[in-house]
């Protein structure tokens, strides 16, 4: 039996070796020189890949290969990388260097780690040609979460005719019946960690958040030239590009792979390396949470199915509110983020109680409002506009008796600027999205 190694003691990084066959793709590392650890992701009903297609393909699994290390790499962080097949061309590094760098920085924020300066690609390998364009069907991939963002995505591509199909990573059952709910053709990819990472974390390994949005998307990259779509259409709405807070002169983001810079850096890079035809983008970057959800609250059909409660284990009991453990960030913000735009009795009867008539619930709604505490480590939107929902409902008479929204206008409300709290400028779209031509019609169902 292999005496596990202590990866905080480690010296180097190794990305072994990638390779795919049968729908499976095999994705090797190392610490030192101690035993493999084998990542599997699995492809349902693959087809063979087109002998056009196959250097695209090639690049996507070498990017999702060096991607999904992140989830390897944090158990130790040592001091060296190194890559199978020589050092990296300088815009690979640079991605990777940046991914690593700020997708790891909650990780390090809460480990008491600074990784700046620590994590270095090997670079300087020859470039690639360009990537040409590849023909691919127009056609969508859009990831689905469970949550009430993807099925705003959805609804608005299908609002426009679009063909998409609802793909999703892993086995939860919740997000299956979403996607089911949506109508589309559904794309369920598994993700199988290398047990050993298991055993790590058993013996001192460093543990924490990680880019998740940037390995998925890495995936769907793979699965685009696969299966053949040529978009990727994520539901990461602007809010995501706020940092949670700043620490020594680092802003620290848990949404950083779902942000804009992202965003900006896989999409050119994949335009540049993969296939020239192959959009990566957000569908609701132009819009706030407010404005993403104002849309979601037409949505009723989905009112049943839906949560976005990543604490909740009942989420398939019989009512609408056994899928909301009604404590965690999520809850309270989704929460709040609905009540300006669904009738009082209708958000209760989806939750199943009143979050803000709740005295115990104050530090977690405090926390969105960024008032005595920073932002959560959570998908949540930013403090400014959970601000101006709680002030929005302050002024309604149906919500000014509750607890916490009479604690707000009390105690909370004198301190801040009215100026500033004003619900109609979060619903207004932003110039800064990449979305591709075809799909711009989809943003009408914002209007």
Request: proline share 9%; glycine share 8%; aromatic share 8%.
């Given at each position: 039996m292999t005496t596990p190694i202590q990866p905080r003691l480690t010296q180097v990084f190794r990305f072994v070796r990638c390779s795919y066959a049968d729908g499976v793709a095999e994705l090797a590392y190392a610490f030192d020189?101690?035993?493999?650890?084998?990542?599997?992701?699995?492809?349902?009903?693959?087809?063979?890949?087109?002998?056009?297609?196959a250097a695209a393909f090639d690049r996507a699994l070498k990017l999702l290969h060096l991607v999904a290390g992140v989830s390897y790499y944090k158990a130790g962080v040592p001091p060296r990388i190194e890559v199978a097949g020589g050092p990296l061309d300088d815009a690979t590094a640079d991605l990777l260097d940046t991914l690593y760098l700020n997708g790891l920085a909650e990780f390090a924020y809460r480990n008491g780690?600074?990784?700046?300066?620590?994590?270095?690609?090997?670079?300087?390998?020859?470039?690639?040609?360009?990537?040409?364009?590849?023909?691919?069907?127009?056609?969508?991939?859009?990831?689905?979460?469970?949550?009430?963002?993807?099925?705003?995505?959805?609804?608005?591509?299908?609002?426009?005719?679009?063909?998409?199909?609802?793909?999703?990573?892993?086995?939860?059952?919740?997000?299956?019946?979403?996607?089911?709910?949506?109508?589309?053709?559904?794309?369920n990819i598994q993700r199988e960690l290398a047990p050993q990472l298991f055993d790590l974390?058993?013996?001192?390994?460093?543990?924490?958040?990680?880019?998740?949005?940037?390995?998925?998307?890495?995936?769907?990259?793979?699965?685009?030239?696969l299966y053949g779509f040529d978009s990727i259409a994520f539901a990461n709405e602007r809010s995501a590009s706020a940092a949670t807070l700043e620490y020594d002169g680092q802003l620290v983001n848990h949404q950083w792979s779902k942000g804009y810079a992202f965003e900006q850096?896989?999409?050119?890079?994949?335009?540049a390396q993969v296939a020239a035809d192959l959009d990566y983008f957000s569908l609701l970057r132009p819009y706030s949470e407010l404005a993403v959800t104002r849309a979601f609250?037409?949505?009723?059909?989905?009112?049943?199915?839906?949560?976005?409660?990543?604490?909740?284990?009942?989420?398939?009991?019989?009512?609408?509110?056994?899928?909301?453990?009604g404590q965690c960030p999520k809850c309270h913000f989704v929460f709040l983020a609905l009540a300006p735009f669904l009738p009082k009795p209708r958000l209760l009867q989806i939750f199943g109680r009143n979050l803000l008539d709740d005295d115990s619930q104050a530090a977690g709604f405090d926390a969105l409002l960024e008032y005595q505490d920073h932002k959560p480590f959570e998908c949540v939107g930013e403090g400014?506009?959970?601000?101006?929902?709680?002030?929005?409902?302050?002024?309604?008479?149906?919500?000014?008796?509750?607890?916490?929204?009479?604690?707000?206008?009390?105690?909370?409300?004198?301190?801040?600027?009215?100026?500033?709290?004003?619900?109609?400028?979060?619903?207004?779209?932003?110039?800064?999205?990449?979305?591709?031509?075809?799909?711009?019609?989809?943003?009408?169902?914002?209007?």
């Open positions: 020189h101690g035993e493999e650890m084998v990542e599997r992701v699995r492809f349902p009903n693959a087809p063979a890949v087109p002998a056009a297609h780690l600074d990784l700046r300066g620590r994590i270095a690609f090997p670079r300087g390998g020859a470039a690639p040609a360009p990537a040409p364009a590849l023909h691919l069907p127009k056609r969508t991939l859009v990831p689905i979460g469970g949550g009430k963002d993807s099925l705003v995505a959805v609804e608005a591509i299908k609002s426009i005719g679009g063909e998409a199909t609802a793909v999703w990573v892993g086995n939860s059952e919740l997000i299956a019946a979403c996607a089911a709910r949506t109508g589309l053709p559904t794309l974390n058993r013996v001192g390994a460093w543990n924490g958040h990680i880019p998740v949005t940037a390995v998925n998307s890495a995936i769907l990259a793979l699965a685009a030239i850096l896989l999409g050119d890079w994949l335009h609250a037409k949505l009723t059909p989905y009112f049943d199915a839906f949560s976005s409660c990543n604490r909740n284990f009942r989420i398939l009991g019989p009512k609408p509110a056994d899928r909301w453990c400014a506009e959970a601000r101006a929902a709680l002030y929005a409902l302050s002024q309604r008479p149906e919500w000014q008796e509750d607890a916490l929204v009479a604690r707000f206008r009390s105690e909370i409300l004198p301190q801040l600027d009215p100026s500033a709290l004003a619900l109609e400028p979060w619903l207004e779209a932003s110039p800064e999205q990449r979305i591709p031509v075809r799909l711009q019609g989809a943003l009408k169902f914002f209007a």
